[in-house]
């Protein structure tokens, strides 16, 4: 198996395609596109969008998970550029105990107001249960029901402005060559026997998508891990999980999401989060293989939140293991053999 001599993304990773150096396509594009990488240009182009907002008065919407990179969101908005800012939670049902006290942390501390949009529970469930039986991933309905949340809520209070901390188009993009694509198209391909009720508040038209201002701030500012948890701990007491885990703390079933995208591509979204990283220049190609081998081996092992998963959802472990999705070899075996030297 290959993997790239820049990213260690594995040749398994859907339309990677390799120079013949052995950088993949992804780093590839990076490098053109990003190829001075100094945040000169954006900063300023962030700078006149602060004034106009600024200027306009009026509020802007913040969507807020209770992690780590909403939480720095939030606080560029309205602790850093000042902005009047609104937030808005997507209540997913799996929302942890430390997530709900790092959402009121940042009311606390930056004066947001936040608006929670409960959905209807039974839907939502039923919405995992069957994008989980159909794809082997149950993500998908969250990652819509926060867009969602936001539209609604700016909707809601005339708002035309939304602030996100999605990394989607910015340097440390891990979502890369259309993987996991989490659009409508495709999430009406698994829902479409589902009825408008039970999808109201879970998915949002393109058309409603497009008269709002979308703003990622991970395209106009340096989005580095170790920076953001520092800033987030410093000035808003942010919290990582009991155990010290950073990511993911806004959802107490995320380990059971990767260890299942891990038995279905081979590799983990961690390990997609790694690789850019490493093209972003934020790791070293040393550092980067050493966390993906150290990360995906505990990735690799059944997280015990999937009983609390499969009850809740009312798939039995019987049906979870005779889907089809579960057949590929992980890639790490190979990585751990890999002659990787860089280039
Ligand atoms: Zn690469």
Request: charged share 30%; proline share 3%; glycine share 6%.
């Amino acid at each position: 198996m290959i993997f790239c001599r820049k990213c260690l993304l594995p040749e398994t990773y859907p339309g990677i395609k390799f120079s013949e150096k052995g950088i993949c396509n992804v780093c590839n594009t990076y490098q053109k596109k990003w190829n001075d990488n100094n945040f000169e240009a954006e900063k300023k182009e962030l700078e006149k969008i602060v004034q106009r907002l600024n200027d306009s008065g009026k509020p802007v919407l913040v969507t807020l998970s209770g992690g780590m990179d909403s939480a720095y969101a939030a606080y560029l908005a309205a602790g850093v550029y000042k902005l009047n800012v609104i937030g808005a939670n997507f209540d997913n049902g799996f929302v942890t105990e430390t997530a709900k006290r790092n959402l009121r942390k940042i009311t606390e501390k930056l004066q947001i107001p936040i608006t929670y949009i409960r959905t209807d529970r039974k839907a939502l469930y039923k919405l995992y249960r069957a994008f989980l039986l159909r794809t082997g991933d149950f993500c998908t309905p969250c990652c819509q029901g926060c867009c969602c949340a936001g539209f609604s809520v700016a909707e809601d209070k005339g708002i035309n402005t939304i602030i996100h901390g999605g990394v989607s188009g910015s340097r440390v993009e891990f979502n890369v060559l259309g993987m996991l694509r989490h659009h409508y198209e495709r999430f009406m391909k698994y829902a479409g026997d589902f009825s408008s009720r039970e999808l109201k508040g879970i998915v949002s038209h393109p058309d409603t998508i497009s008269q709002f201002e979308l703003i990622s701030l991970p395209r106009y500012v340096e989005w580095r891990e170790d920076d953001i948890l520092e800033t987030v701990k410093r000035e808003l007491d942010w919290e990582p999980l009991s155990d010290g885990e950073t990511r993911h703390v806004d959802c107490s079933v995320s380990q059971v999401s990767d260890y299942l995208l891990a038995r279905k591509f081979g590799y983990s979204k961690r390990w997609m989060t790694i690789s850019a990283n490493i093209r972003a220049g934020h790791v070293s190609l040393e550092k980067g293989l050493k966390s993906i081998l150290e990360e995906e081996t505990k990735v690799l092992e059944e997280p015990a939140e999937i009983s609390e998963l499969l009850d809740s959802l009312g798939v039995s472990r019987k049906e979870l293991e005779e889907l089809p999705f579960y057949c590929t070899e992980p890639a790490i075996y190979h990585l751990e053999k890999a002659d990787i030297t860089e280039v």
